[in-house]
């Protein structure tokens, strides 16, 4: 069963901004039971969204917009079944809730009538999915693990420690007998162990991720070879060089005079990004070769039929086309889009302090760390100009399927904190919203972020206003330790109604229980295996 | 077939009429996906049929537009009195069953529960490893225990099941003439012997108040003006017509359905044999989804209006049209039910319309949920439950009455 991650962003009206707040903590402490209003723990809850992993509602709250609600639901399966639940457990609150959002200007508006008039009883699912996102990129950290799942092997892992106790029961035996012990031991309560585990992606899946990623790759650097292949028709090889000689030197000065970060912005080895693309020249190679050869046919098609030439011909013809095309691209139009993007990065304006509502961040702050995990939201504008929303769209996407196709194991670099997070773009395009569900407090993840992962933070941020300075797009910024940390908090509303469907397990955990329910599954384990498994224990 | 059943339903169509309604029925879960999927608001003439889960529970909760056409018939069961099962939202909908509402006493259900179970797994044991189940069983304990929860003892001349089950199918079901003279003569005898056994009980001083016939009187020394004679005698009339006949249609309909399911009747067996009555009972409703007792309910608009308002299916019903709502239909749209096609006991309250939904949800609900396990349990927790060799092994109907199952069991 596959996990979905999916937001719904609904304008409010200033005025009812207080009262939504109002309902959403109502709910949270209506309904917690249990340990009495820490967030993240709602087992009457979860019992009625069977296929829940995490669930939370925010108001987002700004100078700059007016405040927005956000719900944002990781769930199991299919959709319709998941909003049916979500209405039929907090249906009233969230009519509520809808009656304190802007009436939508879209089609949507009627649905938007009928559901918030006095007295309708019409249920609002269809009027939240009306109003769904899907992610521009997400990413799981136990990719391919249901929620009963993660709930049976909990168990499974429980009843193992309880087994071993304080270690004397498996003292002299091997770590094959004691596994074997285990699981005819357990074997009555856990009969899914008889079963063999079902692959968590399946093959059909990663063959998709990558043809998703290839594809995308492919449509974004097939088009960049068009200006070198139509200057190609035009004229002449000998010219040609000439020209692309004298674009591209003019292109490198001037790209090299910019490249170094501007004083004050330097945090890491500078350079970064071309030591990157020398280091992986051989992927780089084998990039360019794959994206000759699958545009080699096409162009040759569209020679055969622009041109009318033969086959032959129009093969030779494509060739020296596409030559051409990644001549221009690599040499010009790369150096190029990087010059114009650095003629941003050294005007842009970053914020320094932004201010954050001391009220919010103190909101904020009392509810996190009740619990192994953590959950935040962040909204942020992004910047006008083309390329930044360019890269802020496609790059996007970009690193979505490349984590997507690359990330089988929940590692963020040597990072795995996250259980569910995503990014989405809201009021057409013009931010970006942040949710993520992780492990540890929020100081630990974004000390993780700005250590272990902050190129990539900065490729997704970089083009968000008030960023701290970048640097050819992956340095600097997020590396700007503590001025990253203050601009991302400003950036946050608190979370007003947060539930996780296993709040004690981090990310590690879940792994490491399902390693001990594989090895337990297993028949029969080499020694070598089994004393891998038994090392989880 | 037992004497008895062969009067309690009327003779039921032809061979033929019956073969044609038993595939009709089989093949409503494809008709159903098909409108679904191509037609989700059907209009025939002025009839309107509702096929998506989002749909049937906007027409069934919003009764402000859309009421239920009981009421003519009613009256004619009822001697002209207004039932609340016939009236739109009101305050004299609201005062009637307030008031009926308010005969229930806590502990009840626990009583009527242990009062099924006994009589229940008295006729199991006492039939020989072979049972027949939908009158021997269901009616007779239906019939047994409701009777005496409602004070409403059976009569001297004449049969009570056969009364019942009559007025219950011209109420809802048929409205041909041989059933309306039938029913000119059983609606009026089950009125007077109801009227009976109120005078009766007045004249005997019987001041006991165990079921709801002892606690309408206890109230009406209290407030005659709100609990006179007439009022006791139809809510009481309304709820012998409306409550008894059903459970032997839901039942065997449940049982056969388990038959068909070894899986499902292996984990029935292990819940009934643990006595855990809630998973018993999510193994009846889980299975009538598949053949609920009312595919159908029907509804007259009461004024213009739009249904799916604002999707593209949008759709304008007219004042007095017919309304139709396929609740079979809504119990099974993969759009808003996991896993339609799965036999899930443990599904969610809210992904069931056996009882109905929102004003006219069913009166009964609390009795039923309390009863169908309890009936059950005796022959489920039987080891080696499996259909009787021959067609009684099958459950038959006449017209939509379930008529005939016979099981066996190992003893
Ligand atoms: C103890 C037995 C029962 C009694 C006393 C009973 C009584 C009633 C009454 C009085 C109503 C009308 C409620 C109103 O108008 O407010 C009603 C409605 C209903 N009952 Fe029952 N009932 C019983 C058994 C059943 C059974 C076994 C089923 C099917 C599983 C059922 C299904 C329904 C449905 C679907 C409605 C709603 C009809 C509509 O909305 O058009 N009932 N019941």
Known sequence: MRLRTRSIALEVRPSHKAKLVGILVNLRGGRSRGREG?????????ARLPTCHFLSLCVFESADYDPTLVIEANYDGDSGPFWACLQHLVGDELREALRCCKRPLDHSGKLYDSITEPGSRRDPAPFLECHVMRPKAFFHGNRGMPRDRILAEASLANAVQDRLGNGEAGRDKTAEELREGLRTELMPKFPWLAEKPKPRIPLGETALDWLKLAAALFLFLHLCLVPGAVIAGLIGDGKHALLLGAA????????????????????????????????????????????????????????????????????????????????WLMLFILPGLLVWMRYLERHDSSQEAPQTDPVMLRQMVELEDW?????????????????????????????????????????????RTIHCAHWAFINNGSRMLFLSNFDLSWEAYFDDFIEKAHE???????????????????????????????WARHSMSPTRFWVSAYPDLTVDQIERNNRIANGLCARRLSPKAANAWAGDL | MSPCQEHVLRSGPGKFKQWVIGRLRAALPAIFALLRAVWPIAKIGKTHLVSLHDDVREVMLTDCAFEV??????????????????????????????????????????RLAAAAQERAEEIVSAAEGELEVVDTLFRTVTFDVLEEYFGVTPPREGDMRVWSTRMFEYQFLASDKSLKDEILQLAPSLLRHIEDIIQGRLANGDDSEDDYLGRALAKQRENAQDWDDLFIRTMLSALMIGGPPQPPMVLPQAIEQLLRRPGALATAHEAATK??????FGHI???????????????????????????????????????????????????????????????????????????????????????????????????????????????????????????????
């Open chain 1, 38 to 46: 820490e967030p993240g723990y709602y087992p009457d809850v979860l």
């Open chain 1, 456 to 486: 990539g933070v900065t490729a997704i941020w970089g083009g968000s206003v008030g960023f701290p300075p970048t640097t050819m797009l992956i340095e600097d910024g997020a590396a700007h330790g503590r001025a990253f940390k203050r």
């Open chain 2, 69 to 110: 056409p009981y009421g003519t018939k009613l009256k004619v069961l009822m001697e002209g009195q207004t039932v609340f099962v016939g009236m739109r939202d009101s305050p004299g909908y609201r005062s009637q069953l307030d008031r009926l509402q308010s005969l229930a006493r806590k502990g009840d259900m626990e």
């Open chain 1, 248 to 327: 591209s030197v003019a292109m490198w000065a001037v790209f090299n005079k910019f490249r170094k970060p501007l004083e004050g912005v330097s945090t890491t080895r500078p350079g970064l990004l071309l030591s990157r693309l020398v280091s992986n020249a051989h992927i780089v190679l084998a990039v360019l070769a794959a994206l000759f050869l699958f545009s080699w046919p096409i162009v040759a098609a569209g020679n055969v039929l622009a041109l009318d030439l033969e086959w032959s011909a129009a093969w030779k013809n494509s060739a020296r086309q596409l030559g051409w095309g990644i001549g």
């Open chain 1, 371 to 415: 619990i192994p995990q953590n959950h935040m939201a962040s909204v942020v504008s992004l910047r006008p100009n083309i390329p930044r929303r360019l890269v802020a769209y496609v790059g996007t996407l970009l690193i979505h399927l490349a984590l997507r196709a690359a990330v089988r194991d929940g590692y963020l670099g040597s990072m």
């Open chain 2, 275 to 280: 006595g855990d009555e809630e998973l018993v």
């Open chain 2, 285 to 411: 409703f889980e299975a009538l989804r598949f053949d609920p007792i009312s595919p159908i309910l029907p509804r007259k608009a009461t004024r213009d209006y739009i249904i799916a308002e604002g999707t593209r299916r949008a759709h304008k019903v007219s004042k007095g049209d017919t309304v139709v709502v396929a609740i079979q239909s809504a119990m099974s749209d993969p759009r808003r039910i996991p896993a339609p096609k799965e036999f899930i006991p443990t599904r969610q309250h809210w992904e069931y319309m056996h009882f109905g939904l929102g004003l006219h949800e069913c009166f009964g609900r609390h009795i039923n949920r309390a009863i169908f396990p309890a009936i059950c349990m005796p022959l489920l927790r039987r080891k080696n439950l499996r259909r009787a060799e021959g067609p009684g092994g099958h459950l038959s109907f006449k017209g939509l009455f379930p008529a005939e199952l016979k099981v066996r069991f190992d003893r």
